[in-house]
C-alpha cells in the first residue's frame, strides 16, 4: 500500500519514494511518473539525491514542508532541487549553483518551476546573493570540496536558518581518514564555528557510499551559556 510519509511524499507498494510532481507531464532526469489517488507523483532514486537517502536511512528531522523556503548550496544540475520543489510547492527553493555548465540545466528545470530561484553564485560569498534569498528557514548544502565545513558554518551565520541540512563527503575532506571520524570533525568544526549544534547524523550507505546527512538547529542559551 502507497504510505504518505510526509506532505507531498509518498512510499510506493514497491518501497520507492515519489513526490508530487509540480509540473506534471514533466521528467528532470530519467524517474518514473506514477499516479497515486489521481495526482502525478515523480519517484525519487536515492543512488541520485542525498535527501532521498536520508529519507529512506530512517532521517527524524525532515524539516523542508510545503511552504519551507529553502537555500540549496550545489544544486548542480537541479535533480534534487526538482524534488525539494515537489516538496516545498507553495514555498520557494534558491538554488545555488558554482559551475555554467550545470546552472544551464538548472535553469531549464526552473522554467517549468516557478518556485526555483537559480543563483549563480559562488558559496563562499554569502554577501553576494544575500540580497536575493532574504530570510530562509533552511540551508542545504551538498557541495563536494575540501572546506565543505566552513562553508557551511559561514552561510548559517550569514543567513541564520531554522535548520541546517549538511550532506557531507567524507572523501573530499580526507580521502585516507575513516569517514565516520571525518563526519566527526565535519559536525565539529560546525559547531565550534557557526552557533548551531548537530542534533542527528545520518550515514548515507548503501545509497550513498562514504556520505552522511547532518542535521543542525541553533544553540539554545542553556548550550551557549553551557560551552
Avoid at 8 to 23: I, M, Y
Avoid at 30 to 39: A, F, K, Y
Avoid at 157 to 186: L, N, T
Avoid at 195 to 203: F, M, Q
Amino acid at each position: 500500500m502507497t504510505r504518505e510519509l510526509y506532505a507531498n511524499v509518498v512510499q510506493l507498494e514497491d518501497s520507492r519514494l515519489a513526490t508530487r510532481n509540480l509540473a506534471p507531464g514533466r521528467k528532470v532526469y530519467d524517474e518514473d511518473l506514477v499516479n497515486v489517488r489521481g495526482d502525478e507523483y515523480r519517484t525519487w532514486n536515492p543512488t541520485r539525491s542525498k535527501l532521498a537517502a536520508y529519507i529512506l536511512k530512517g532521517g527524524r528531522s525532515m524539516p523542508i514542508g510545503p511552504q519551507t523556503r529553502v537555500l540549496y548550496l550545489g544544486a548542480a544540475n537541479g535533480t534534487t532541487p526538482s524534488h525539494v520543489s515537489d516538496i516545498a510547492s507553495k514555498g520557494v527553493v534558491f538554488s545555488l549553483e558554482f559551475s555554467p555548465r550545470s546552472f544551464r540545466d538548472l535553469v531549464s528545470v526552473a522554467d517549468h518551476r516557478s518556485n526555483i530561484v537559480p543563483i549563480l553564485g559562488d558559496a563562499w560569498r554569502p554577501d553576494r546573493y544575500r540580497r536575493f534569498a532574504g530570510n530562509v528557514e533552511v540551508l542545504y548544502q551538498d557541495i563536494a570540496q575540501r572546506h565543505q565545513a566552513a562553508i557551511f558554518a559561514r552561510n548559517l551565520r550569514v543567513f541564520a536558518p531554522a535548520w541546517g541540512m549538511f550532506m557531507v563527503k567524507a572523501r573530499s575532506v580526507d580521502v585516507a581518514a575513516d569517514p565516520r571520524a571525518v563526519y566527526d570533525q565535519v559536525a565539529h568544526e560546525v559547531e565550534r564555528d557557526s552557533g548551531y549544534a548537530l542534533v542527528e547524523s545520518v550515514d548515507l550507505g548503501p545509497y550513498e557510499r562514504d556520505h552522511a546527512a547532518l542535521l543542525f538547529k541553533p544553540r539554545t542559551e542553556r548550550e551557549r551559556r553551557n560551552r
